[in-house]
Structure formats: C-alpha cells, structure tokens
C-alpha cells in the first residue's frame, strides 16, 4: 500500500521560499517515481515535477524551472519540493503523486496514487 503525506505548506510573499516535504510510507521511494502537482480553484491540475525511481532524473514544468528543485532522502522516505522565488501564481493545493516512471511529459501521464494535498498560499 502506498500512502504519501505532504507538508510544509503555509503562507508566504512574492520572492519568499517554502519547502514542501512528502513523506511516502514503506518501499514507495525504492519502487515509484514521486511526482508534484498543484491545482488552483478553477484551474486544471498541473504538473511541476517529479524525480524517478532508479536514476533519480528530474523534471519540471515549465512555469516553475529554475525555481523549484526536487530531491529525496531515501533514508527519511521523503521528497522535497524547494520552491524558490515565489509569485502569486504558485498559490495552489500541492500534491503528491507516485507511480512507475517519471518521464519528461511526466504531466501527461496517470499517477496511480495521490496524497492529500498541503495548502500555499502566495500574497503580492
């Protein structure tokens, strides 16, 4: 079973950093590639990155390269989230996701299992 928890969220300002952490239950990190989303209200999801399971590539998209970076702690069973240079339209629900393979067009693809999302919150 695959149970993923993301925290970290909260309130910030225009050019603030926040870090958003998941915490995936078991061998989740050593059997999936983990995946960020973010959806606003009355927009469609979007996908801002993932990092695969074996070689640990990483990919964004493209409204936040160069802002956020993906990592994981295998040890902690945690993927982080850096977001750096924040604006007001990074505001969002964050989820995290798992599934197989993270691909370039990782925000094409249907990921299997999803956490229960951590609020940000960015004010101009």
């Known amino acids: 079973q695959v149970n993923l928890v993301e925290s970290g969220g909260g309130l910030a300002q225009t050019g603030d950093s926040l870090r958003l952490s998941c915490y995936a239950s078991?061998?989740?990190?050593?059997?999936?590639?983990i995946g960020w989303f973010r959806q606003a209200p009355g927009k469609e999801r979007e996908g801002v990155s993932c990092?695969?399971?074996?070689?640990?590539?990483?990919y964004y998209g493209g409204s936040v390269e160069g802002r956020f970076t993906i990592s994981r702690d295998r040890a902690k069973r945690t993927v982080y989230l850096q977001m750096n240079n924040l604006k007001p339209e990074d505001t969002a629900t964050y989820y995290c996701?798992?599934?197989?393979?993270?691909?370039?067009?990782?925000?094409?693809?249907?990921?299997?299992?999803w956490g229960q999302g951590t609020q940000v919150t960015v004010s101009s």
């Open positions: 078991g061998s989740t990190l050593n059997r999936y590639a």
């Open positions: 990092i695969s399971n074996s070689e640990g590539k990483t």
């Open positions: 996701t798992a599934d197989v393979a993270c691909t370039p067009a990782f925000w094409m693809t249907t990921w299997d299992y």
